[in-house]
């Protein structure tokens, strides 16, 4: 079964239930607040033509980072409409992205795993053969809530892809927030705070500059490396 482990029942505790999230007319952000794994992240925007995703932190080829994943829009939005609804509404659902020799790859939305409220986006390899081998070799796992979210944020989107938006085939770049570690695209708002320490905290995402990620970390009890403490710490000195 290649690199695909089983998940080991985990819940998410705290903020949770509601997490942090913003939106203009073209992007969407969530928040999940994650009682072992911490903050996770997932933004949703137009990008050229078509859609990125980026999920943040995702288990990319077995290690912990950012998955960007753009979607082209090649058929009047209906394959991302098609992803939105299943996100939406909880259902499984697959994408053949690549179709190599011997082997296809695919996107798949697997939700609701046994017992957890919890949903995984999945860039998967699979050979071809009754004993071909699966490699998940890009996975973010979410609670179902944020899925649905993105996905009727996805829906909303798509309709606004114009067919003069160009191509965009590679991705915009971002840059993780110092606070949070969220993907910021320089499509995106973001604040440099000046005075709070020994040097300007630049890239900023918005609910770090208007502390509601230090208020909503407060709640939820979630961990946090000493790096992302002492920016956030920063930031509440100068709100105060
Ligand atoms: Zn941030």
Redesign the pocket.
């Known amino acids: 079964m290649g690199r695909h482990r089983q998940h080991k029942p985990r819940r998410s505790r705290g903020g949770s239930e509601q997490p942090v999230t913003g939106e203009s007319a073209t992007e969407w952000f969530g928040t999940a607040f994650h009682s072992t794994t911490g903050m996770q992240h997932l933004d949703v925007r137009q990008s050229g033509n078509g859609i990125l995703i980026t999920s943040a932190p995702a288990e990319v080829d077995g290690m912990l980072a950012g998955w960007p994943l753009r979607i082209r829009n090649d058929d009047d939005g209906q394959g991302l409409t098609e992803l939105g609804t299943a996100l939406a509404s909880g259902q499984p659902h697959g994408i053949v992205v690549e179709n190599g020799p011997g082997y296809e790859r695919v996107l798949m939305f697997i939700p609701n795993h046994p017992e957890q409220a919890v949903g995984t986006l999945a860039r998967i390899r699979a050979e071809n053969g009754p004993d071909g081998a699966i490699v998940f070799e890009r996975r973010a796992e979410r609670p179902m809530a944020l899925w649905a979210e993105a996905g009727q944020n996805l829906r909303r989107i798509v309709p606004l892809l114009g067919p003069d938006a160009p191509p965009a085939d590679e991705p915009e770049e971002s840059t993780p927030?110092p606070?949070?570690y969220?993907p910021v695209y320089e499509s995106s708002p973001s604040g440099t705070l000046i005075g709070a320490g020994p040097l300007p905290v630049i890239g900023?995402?918005r609910?770090?500059v208007n502390g509601t990620?230090l208020r909503s970390l407060r709640q939820a009890d979630v961990p946090l490396d000493a790096q992302q403490r002492a920016v956030l710490e920063s930031v509440a000195a100068v709100l105060v």
């Open positions: 927030c606070g949070c969220r900023l995402c609910p770090c990620t």
